[in-house]
């Protein structure tokens, strides 16, 4: 097969169709396609639906069991010094408060960073945790679920997660993978968060949570399907279908599976001719602690080492410059500079190991994995409108997405393609020191997501 013209084939292919964001439509349409709602089993069917017309091979549900979570009502309450009610949502795992609602006077850790709370670690305790989802322009940028964890151990009885960024939007996000958080916490805006640490800081503040859950075990599935290479080595190219119950999830992430159907689209035709297998994954659960995939590879393990790489498209549209966080992969990082070359496309490459979407559980079983990014940095903005309900299908720009898809396509080529091995697995031990190299211990210990002793 001629490299070349085969580029320039999916080049036209991904610029020309509308099928990309037309698919995206379709999508945010169904809903938010939380796990355990309609718009999920709706968006399932959908994706197997399309990967089938597109001709792959193999198109199936893979199911899994788990903690189902749905919200109730739920309620803030200023009682001391002066009564006020606020608005508020639980945050995902969130348990309900106890009968009467939970009553505490709160405390202000700030962006609670590692050593806010190491600075008021004594003060925690039978509090209520007001935390910013804000981070330090520099270092490390802690995820909700280290501040949350942080605060469960440092004795404190609820937790309150402030946005940011102006605009009376609460934003919601997972507190612990697959099961209950220790303590109740709920969401609430930048405006709500300032007006209670503005009442912190005069004195004590009471407040009464009074939040209300629903959860039991039930079922999810991710879609999966192939486009069969000349061999049986793999590589996992996928993205969760999975968004946020409050909202329509567009960029987080009904576009990174839309660039995984665009994928599957694009090189199904290519069947047979490429020297690796090209699967094709849609996870479910993401949104709920990166479950889905973790189940996934706990599921298959015995396959991890037919995988020669997996590539996941999470968040992959953007109009920044298009490329790979490379997990600390030297190889890998290599790989992609060549890739770069030959396409004669700088791709922007960041060491980083990102830990929060479904590459981290493939990087943790030793198999070399990366995430793509799109976007510019730009800490102070955090997530953006992600899981914020004003994730809608109006903020995506097709020719951003397109732009992703064909990024995306050329890479998937070569990497298919090429006659030299991808990358070399990992032990643990190595997995170990990449980690600790980029100071990730702490943060994966307060998840619980730390294997090693
Ligand atoms: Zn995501």
Redesign the pocket.
């Known amino acids: 097969m001629d490299l070349t013209t085969t580029d320039k084939t999916l080049i036209a292919e991904a610029w020309t169709s509308r099928d990309l964001y037309v698919n995206l439509e379709a999508l945010c349409d169904f809903g938010s396609r939380f796990a355990g709602t309609p718009s999920e089993i709706q968006a399932r069917d959908f994706i197997a639906e399309k990967l089938r017309a597109y001709g792959l091979t193999d198109v199936r549900l893979d199911p899994f069991e788990y903690l189902g979570w749905w919200r109730g009502k739920c309620a803030l309450q200023v009682v001391a010094p002066t009564p006020r009610a606020y608005d508020a949502i639980s945050l995902v795992y969130s348990p309900s408060t106890p009968a009467g609602g939970l009553r505490a006077p709160i405390v202000d850790v700030g962006m609670g960073t590692e050593k806010e709370y190491a600075r008021k670690k004594d003060s925690l305790k039978g509090k209520i945790v007001l935390c910013s989802s804000a981070n330090p322009e520099e270092g490390r940028a802690p995820h909700r679920r280290e501040k949350y964890g942080w605060a469960v151990d440092a004795g404190a009885i609820g937790f309150i997660y402030m946005r940011h960024l102006p605009g009376g939007l609460p934003e919601t996000g997972s507190l612990r993978a697959g099961r209950l958080g220790e303590i109740p916490a709920v969401a609430v805006s930048y405006e709500t968060g300032a007006a209670l640490k503005r009442s912190a800081e005069k004195g004590d503040t009471i407040v009464v949570l009074d939040a209300h859950i629903e959860s039991h075990p039930t079922t999810a599935w991710h879609v999966v399907g192939e486009v069969p290479g000349q061999t049986s080595e793999l590589i996992v190219v996928g993205a969760?279908y999975d968004g946020h119950d409050i909202s329509q999830g567009a960029g987080?992430?009904a576009t990174?599976t839309c660039l995984v159907l665009e994928l599957a689209r694009l090189f199904a035709p290519l069947r047979g001719q490429l020297r690796r297998t090209i699967r094709v994954m849609a996870f479910a659960c993401?949104e709920l602690g990166v479950l889905g995939s973790t189940e996934y590879v706990k599921k298959y393990r015995g396959e991890m080492k037919n995988i020669a790489l997996m590539v996941n498209l999470?968040?992959a549209v953007g109009n920044g410059t298009k490329g790979f966080w490379y997990s600390g992969l030297e190889d890998i990082a290599a790989l992609l500079k060549r890739i770069a070359k030959e396409t004669g496309y700088a791709l922007k490459l960041g060491e980083k190991v990102v830990t929060a979407?479904d590459n981290f559980p493939f990087f943790m079983e030793g198999v070399p994995a990366i995430a793509m990014r799109a976007k510019d940095n730009d800490r102070a903005l955090g997530r953006g409108f992600g899981h914020t309900p004003m994730d809608t299908l109006d903020k995506v720009s097709e020719r951003d997405m397109k732009e992703c898809a064909m990024v995306a396509a050329r890479v998937l080529l070569h990497l298919a393609a090429d006659a030299d091995s991808l990358g070399r697995h990992r032990k643990p031990e190595e997995i170990k020191e990449i980690l600790i190299a980029q100071e990730l211990e702490d943060g994966l210990r307060a998840q619980n997501k730390w294997p090693f002793k």
């Open positions: 969760h987080d992430d990174g993401e999470d968040g979407s």
